[in-house]
């Protein structure tokens, strides 16, 4: 005898709640703002602390943040990348490039202030360490921000790390200040496009030295991130250890067609 439509009912409930169950806490909580710099043009840094538990994050991970500002009709949601976590204070830090015509990172930029509140969802995202002997992370930009905290976790693990950033310009990194904290073992390389071109094949190959083992991972805009990947490949990486988080576009399993 078939199931009832209770039943099957029930079955999506039960789904539903695991799903819940999953996350760190449910819809958008408030956050009080704790720490705030600008530390390059375009960029802002946000510290933001809660009440209650926020429970474990994942390096790589993001929230979405909510505003609604006074004039406006509806709510205005953003994902940010989380770059440092304590979950022992239950402190979030989240870096914003700020964006001509962005309504939340704008509001954001203009309008936030020390011991404001904001709404964050719980962190997601599934761009996240694969165990290997070898983590190599290629990021563009602003793309460095979930690039950050899964350097260290895989450095604390000790795992071999190489991190190659690339910037448009000489004005360089927003997170300075904590990239020069990590551990000396995490090889790091920079790429200043103003005054050395673009990251490409060639660059690539010097960089890795001909050593194409361990996981890959890139992070920046659909351009860069398309075009990183297809040097990987044609340098000889496999396509299954190259891993992507793609910034100011949907991710999607057709973008590298």
């Not at 964006?99 to 404001?116: A, F």
């Not at 761009?127 to 976790?153: C, N, Y």
């Not at 200040?177 to 060639?202: F, H, W």
Request: hydrophobic content about 40%; aromatic content about 12%.
């Amino acid at each position: 005898m078939g199931k009832t439509y209770s039943e099957i009912a029930q079955v999506f409930i039960d789904v539903e709640a695991e799903m819940y169950q999953a996350e760190n806490w449910k819809g958008f909580q408030a956050f009080r703002v704790i720490y705030i710099d600008k530390p390059i043009e375009g960029i802002i840094k946000l510290g933001l602390a809660s009440t209650f538990p926020i429970g474990k994050i994942e390096p790589g991970q993001y929230v979405t943040v909510r505003i609604k500002d006074r004039d406006a009709t509806y709510y205005s949601n953003r994902h940010y990348s989380i770059y440092q976590f304590d979950e022992a204070t239950n402190q979030i830090f989240i870096a914003v490039r700020v964006e001509r015509q962005g309504v939340v990172s704008n509001y954001l930029n203009e309008k936030v202030q020390l011991d404001d509140e904001i709404y964050l969802s719980a962190p997601a995202g599934d761009f996240q360490l694969h165990k290997d002997v070898r983590q190599v992370f290629i990021s563009s930009g602003i793309g460095e921000t979930p690039i950050l905290p899964m350097a260290k976790m895989a450095s604390e693990e000790n795992q071999a790390v190489i991190w190659i950033q690339n910037y448009r310009e000489s004005s360089g990194s927003a997170l300075k200040a904590e990239i020069s904290q990590l551990p000396s073992t995490v090889k790091m390389y920079q790429n200043i496009s103003e005054t050395e071109g673009r990251l490409d094949q060639n660059k690539l190959e010097d960089f890795l030295d001909g050593q194409l083992f361990g996981q890959f991972y890139l992070c920046g805009s659909p351009e860069f991130t398309i075009g990183i990947k297809k040097a990987l490949l044609e340098i000889g990486v496999l396509e299954e250890k190259i891993h992507y988080e793609v910034f100011d576009a949907p991710k999607m399993s057709t973008i590298f067609s």
